[in-house]
């Protein structure tokens, strides 16, 4: 797996697997462009998707891009009413937070307030926060 690849899947799967279920990455390079590095997310059930990077863009985006990708795949594969992941602390029941770049970090944010509730890569850890 790409180096770039391997960067901004690491922290998002920590954190699907931190807190709700684990992913197989699969090492394939799905995508025909130089630029554009990928691999393919296995979950649980069977059901799968790929996840990549454009090169071009600088590390933070591709963070926040990856944990763009995973996030719908991790969605899909819970379905049903647990399909709100990440949870949002400030709306439990109403939606899950999106990937943001905030400050020079990839964090999860709420998308209602804009508030960032913790860095891509550590939920479910005692230093969530920012």
């Given at each position: 797996?790409?180096?770039a690849l391997r960067a901004a899947l690491t922290p998002v799967l920590d954190d699907?697997?931190?807190?709700t279920l684990a992913l197989v990455v699969e090492d394939s390079d799905w995508s025909d462009d130089v630029n554009q590095p990928s691999a393919f997310l296995r979950a649980p059930d069977?059901?799968?998707a790929g996840v990549s990077v454009w090169l071009p863009d600088p590390e933070l985006e591709q963070r926040v891009s990856v944990a763009?990708?995973?996030q719908?795949?991790?969605v899909e594969s819970i379905g049903g009413t647990a399909s709100n992941w990440p949870i949002c602390p400030e709306?439990?029941?109403?939606h899950?937070?999106?990937a943001r770049a905030v400050d020079g970090?990839?964090?999860w944010v709420c998308p209602a307030s804009g508030t960032p509730a913790a860095r891509v890569g550590s939920l479910g850890s005692t230093s969530a926060a920012r």
């Open positions: 797996m790409h180096d699907v697997c931190t807190t069977g059901t799968g763009d990708q995973v719908e795949q991790v709306h439990p029941t109403t899950p937070m999106t970090v990839a964090c």
